[in-house]
């Protein structure tokens, strides 16, 4: 998924995937990331604030 690879970028490890959801970490923050793909729009920039990142740090990444 290239959500979880940008976040991988910044600097987050996969710690768990399941058949649903992936759960990645940068050793102070937990995200869980579903696997549907597209990620619902306000999902993803839920994710993106709580990884401590802006949208356009996000999508320089991407």
């Keep these: 998924m290239r959500a979880v690879r940008a976040l991988e970028k910044a600097g987050f490890q996969i710690i768990r995937q399941g058949r649903k959801h992936i759960v ?6 937990f995200l869980t990331i579903p696997r549907n793909n ?5 999902t993803m920039g839920g994710i993106v604030r709580d990884a401590g990142l802006n949208e356009d740090n996000f999508r ?3």
Excluded: E, Q, V, Y
């Design 38 to 42: 597209p990620i619902n729009a306000l």
């Design 24 to 29: 990645i970490s940068d050793g102070t923050r």
């Design 60 to 62: 320089k990444l991407l």
